[in-house]
């Protein structure tokens, strides 16, 4: 990408950046960014030894160059908050794991696995105890799914507020989840006839809880204890998380320690108070799970500038709760005219998607927009038509198209088309 973008687009919100910065003179790092060791920089690394292997005692760290890191949304406090994910500099679909976006309801807690166990009980034939021990002995799968908080982009309805793609659509990222099947538990438990809901609760002190329909559980749902390749980030839910491929972020409860079986939903505070759609008529959607499709230009974005005319690729990333990605198309004119963009392999199932388009930018005001369809043929919709239908009274589930202006100087924003 073009050198001095990426570092733009830290500043989201407008909001400073605080914390590891690199000093641009001299091209030497004065304080490692955070997840970096600082090494000399040496004139000529050809002249002399590297650093010697295992200098950071065995786990590896990115270079001290590479400063992008999660913005936290300027809530009251730091424990019931967001952090973002810097979706600009990002590259394919993976989320590095330090870069996943967080959703806290009251701060991080620290939960030794040897002491951890998940309660599996209700209307099920035997309830059942499993340690981390028991559970990672059974059958696992490994599937990258993205998790997106149903949030994601809430600042957007009636303005465009938000500078950057990181605060307007970082509540989204995509790793790839191990664990054990959630049907593979009950199968071993019996669910009783009858049996619908399962209640999933958190160990946090939030004591996070939300009603699953059992349908949805039977089908994919994953107890992870992986992420990328390694134990899940306690920000993540270390040592145990619920995976709802697809469904909205909420519901996939961290730290979980129980599972309780039900005909009925157990109507918490998540799925009453909030979590709930409220509509132009006064009254209020509930249980909206899936994520439906969304995509959004994640180059050339919000708060970049183009250094000249001429040849660009615009990418970005798209994703739906139905299933697959089947199309993305990009527009330069405000949704005048659409080009269809390449869609960069695999796509998976539930997924981000990153899609490319090559585009010739002659200097002259253009509209950027992404409008991706899924592979049940949902369209992707204007923010005019969702408002359309949804009013501005709700505050999840903001799925529209996204604008960015490029004006002629190259400067990039953040608009309403
Ligand atoms: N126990 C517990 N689970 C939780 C939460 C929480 O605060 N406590 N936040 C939820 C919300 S609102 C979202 S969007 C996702 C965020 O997951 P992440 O932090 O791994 O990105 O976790 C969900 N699970
Ligand atoms: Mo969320």
Redesign the pocket.
Known sequence: MFPGLSRRSLLAGGASLGGAMIAAAAGRAQEAPPGAALEPVPEDPTRVQGQPVLSENGYGSRSQFESEVRWRYPTATAH?S??MTPLASGHGIVTPSGL???????GI?TIDPRAHSLILHGMVEEPLRFTMDDLMRLPAVSRMHF??????TLTEWEEPTLRTVQGTHG?T?TSEWTGVKLSTLLEMAGLRDGAAWILA????A???T?SVPVGKVMDDAILAYAQNGEAL?P???YPL??LLPGF?????????RRLEVSDTPYMTR?ETSK?TDLMPDGRARQFTFVMDAKSVITFPSGAMRLPRPGYYEITGLAWSGRGKVAKVEVSADGGETWEEAALEGPVLDKCHTRFRLPWVWNGEEAVLQSRVTDETGYVQPTLEELVAVRGTDSVYHLNAIQSWRVAGDGEVTNVHA
């Open positions: 019931t967001w952090s996943h976006f967080e959703r806290h309801h009251a807690p998790i997106e908080c149903s949030g994601n509540l990222s609760e958190g160990a946090d939030a004591v996070m939300r980030r920000e993540q839910g998380r619920l909205e972020g909420n519901m996939q409860i961290k730290w979980l998540e979590y």
